[in-house]
Structures are given as structure tokens and as C-alpha cells.
């Protein structure tokens, strides 16, 4: 049974790089969502794409972030010009179907780093 | 208790005895619930859910009660293990929310004393 996969686990980058993340959702999880979780705290919303389309986007998503699930499997988050700030654990979940009530399986994250 | 920053609240409960975890909820209109575990390093992993239709959903050591009335989900965990020691996180959905987002609560910390 394979769960949720992120890639990397973990990324150390210098302020001001591009980096990039990409998540592996369950098989035929319809549903795949981003989320940023710091220290302490519950995950927070970042955008959900059912199938290839990007139907949410939360206004923590500044321009410099951006998602793509271009064959509605894999989704790729790409965060430009990064900031002390965006120091987080970037997590990614899938679900099936169309509800909301339908559990939604996280991977382990990428716990990004800028120095 | 209300997490701020790092300090998480925290539940510290024997090895054997049963723990119990509270959230309260603050949207009338939340229709589906869910409790999931982190464990260090870790991505939340689902534990159990319920619908506003229920009160009452029993899975394989844990039990989840849902209050309507006082807008109040508790997480019951029977013979408490130390593998159940992780910060424990509720959420709550509508199916009427056409962005189908959870709302999280702040999490709870167990921890098990030997």
C-alpha cells in the first residue's frame, strides 16, 4: 500500500532561491492539497486541485508560490525568491472522491530551511 | 487550553490508563470531523471521523464523541500505549464549504509516563 510521497524530506537553501517540491499522491486520489505547517501549530490551507485543476488558492499563497498538477497525478510547488519566512514543513495530502468528508492521507512533508 | 506558538497544551497520562483529548469547535455549520496524530518528524496520520448525523464512532482503541449542542469532539484512547505519545490535531468541515478546507484546532501533545 503506498501512502503519500514528498520529495525532498528535507531542503536547505540560501534566501532568495527558487526551490521546488514535489508530492506523489495515493493512486487514483482524485484530490491533492498543499499545506504549511510550522512548530507548534496545525497545518495551514495553501491551495487543492481536484484532478489537474487548482480550485482554492489561500491568500497565505503569495505570487511567489506556485503549484502545478499538469496529468492530475503528481503535484509539483515551487516557491521563488525564498524568505526567512517561508522556513516551514510543506505538507501535501490526497483524498478520493468529491466530498469533504472523505479523510484526507498526508505525506511526511519537506521541512524547508533558508539560511 | 489554546496552544500559543510552542507551547502546546499538554496531556501526560500513565501507560495503561485510558487518555481523553478535547476540541472545541466554532462553526455551527461544520457538518464533519476528523482527528488526526503527528509524530515527530511526521506527517498527520488520519485516526478516525465523524458526521454531524452521529454522536458516537468507535474505531480500534479510540472512540470520538461529538457534541452538538456545546460545539465540544473528544478523542478517547483506551490502554494508553507509548506509541499513542504524539500531538493529537481535530478538524472540522462542511460539506456545505465548497472549498472543502478544514479548519484546524491547535493541537494536544500526549505524552505517556511509564
Known amino acids: 500500500d503506498t501512502g503519500v510521497s514528498q520529495d525532498p524530506r528535507h531542503k536547505i537553501t540560501k534566501r532568495g532561491q527558487n526551490v521546488t517540491f514535489r508530492c506523489d499522491p495515493i493512486?487514483?486520489?482524485?484530490?491533492l492539497y498543499w499545506y504549511r505547517q510550522t512548530l507548534g501549530q496545525g497545518p495551514e490551507f495553501l491551495t487543492y486541485?481536484?484532478?489537474?485543476?487548482?480550485?482554492?488558492k489561500s491568500r497565505l499563497l503569495s505570487d511567489r508560490f506556485s503549484a502545478e498538477r499538469p496529468k492530475g497525478s503528481f503535484s509539483t510547488l515551487e516557491i521563488q525568491r525564498t524568505e526567512q519566512g517561508d522556513s516551514a514543513m510543506y505538507l501535501c495530502?490526497?483524498?478520493?472522491?468529491?466530498?469533504?468528508?472523505?479523510?484526507?492521507?498526508f505525506g511526511d512533508g519537506t521541512r524547508l530551511s533558508i539560511l | 487550553g489554546e496552544s500559543v506558538g510552542l507551547h502546546l497544551p499538554t496531556l501526560s497520562v500513565q501507560e495503561g490508563d485510558n487518555s481523553i483529548i478535547n476540541c472545541a469547535y466554532s462553526?455551527?455549520?461544520?457538518?464533519?470531523f476528523i482527528w488526526y496524530k503527528q509524530e515527530s518528524g511526521k506527517g498527520p496520520q488520519f485516526i478516525i471521523d465523524?458526521?454531524?448525523n452521529m454522536d458516537k464512532r468507535q474505531g480500534q482503541r479510540v472512540t470520538v464523541l461529538l457534541n452538538k449542542t456545546v460545539k465540544h469532539l473528544s478523542l478517547q484512547i483506551a490502554a494508553t500505549q507509548p506509541g499513542d505519545s504524539a500531538v493529537y490535531f481535530c478538524?472540522?468541515?462542511?460539506?456545505?464549504?465548497?472549498?472543502?478546507?478544514?479548519?484546524w484546532g491547535a493541537g494536544t501533545k500526549l505524552i505517556i509516563k511509564p
Open positions: 465523524i458526521r454531524s
Open positions: 493512486s487514483e486520489h482524485n484530490r
Open positions: 478538524a472540522e468541515g462542511s460539506r456545505s464549504n465548497s472549498n472543502y478546507q478544514l479548519i
Open positions: 486541485f481536484q484532478n489537474e485543476a487548482q480550485l482554492e
Open positions: 495530502a490526497s483524498s478520493p472522491g468529491t466530498g469533504i468528508d472523505q479523510p484526507q492521507h
Open positions: 462553526n455551527s455549520a461544520s457538518d464533519y
